[in-house]
């Protein structure tokens, strides 16, 4: 599976929206890109996932770049409670289920 | 709600003996589930792969003798960590893979399990 390549910290702003960066430029055409979250000593949390298309839910945007080899988080509008460490993982479907972990994201929301 | 389930959340045992962990999946058959484990301020790491019926698939480096995984029925995977060390206290996690999503998300994570070996 790819390699993912994320900014150690961000703060944002209460309100604001967060981008977030994923790189990972070794992608191959059968890997999907899925993002989860963790808040403190909890399980992760499914956010989105995506191929190629763009993605949104009620959660977040997923902007994949056309080459696939970065791809964007977008909160819209991040609250206290969108604080948590966001992983960026990448599976092919020959493993599903089978995810490996970068170290993450650490977001702090900030009133 | 929680799709995925593990019990106990946190357990304290002392060093030696052995503690086991399950992990269910709640409303669907899951023939293969997933254990990750955490250490502070670190990230998952997997450690295994589950399979219903058979033998797990370890993560190079992850001892199969010192962590016994069974996937006994669709529903439920135990890790059973044997003869436990303090160096073993950690945030175990399972995870399970929700057949017939289509496009959507199949794979759930449980709440996680602290171990403390004292």
């Known amino acids: 599976d790819a390699k993912t390549t994320q900014p150690p910290s961000m703060d944002c702003a209460e309100g604001r929206a967060a981008n977030l960066p994923c790189n990972h430029s070794?992608?191959?055409?059968?890997?999907?890109v899925y993002w989860y979250r963790q808040i403190h000593s909890q399980g992760p949390q499914y956010i989105i996932h995506g191929l190629k298309n763009n993605e949104t839910n009620e959660m977040a945007s997923l902007i994949i770049t056309e080459d696939r080899k970065s791809s964007t988080l977008i909160l819209p509008h991040a609250t206290l409670r969108d604080t948590a460490v966001y992983y960026c993982?990448?599976?092919?479907?020959?493993?599903?289920?089978?995810?490996?972990f970068g170290a993450g994201t650490q977001v702090v929301v900030t009133p | 709600g929680a799709v995925v389930s593990q019990h106990p959340s946190w357990v304290i045992c002392k060093s030696g003996t052995s503690v086991k962990i399950e992990c269910r999946s709640l409303?669907?058959?899951?023939?293969?589930m997933f254990w990750y484990r955490q250490f502070p301020k670190q990230s998952l790491m997997l450690m295994a792969t589950s399979n219903e019926g058979s033998k797990a698939t370890y993560e190079q480096g992850v001892e199969k003798d010192k962590f016994l995984i069974n996937h006994a029925s669709l529903t439920l995977s135990t890790l059973t960590v044997t003869s436990a060390h303090p160096e073993d206290s950690s945030f175990y996690i399972c995870?399970?893979?929700?057949?017939?999503?289509?496009?959507?998300?199949?794979?759930?994570f449980g709440e996680g399990s602290w171990l403390t070996v004292v």
């Open positions: 995870s399970a893979n929700k057949p017939g999503q289509g496009a959507g998300n199949t794979i759930y």
């Open positions: 993982t990448c599976m092919t479907t020959d493993s599903w289920g089978k995810l490996q």
């Open positions: 070794t992608i191959s055409g059968n890997e999907y």
């Open positions: 409303d669907f058959q899951a023939t293969t």
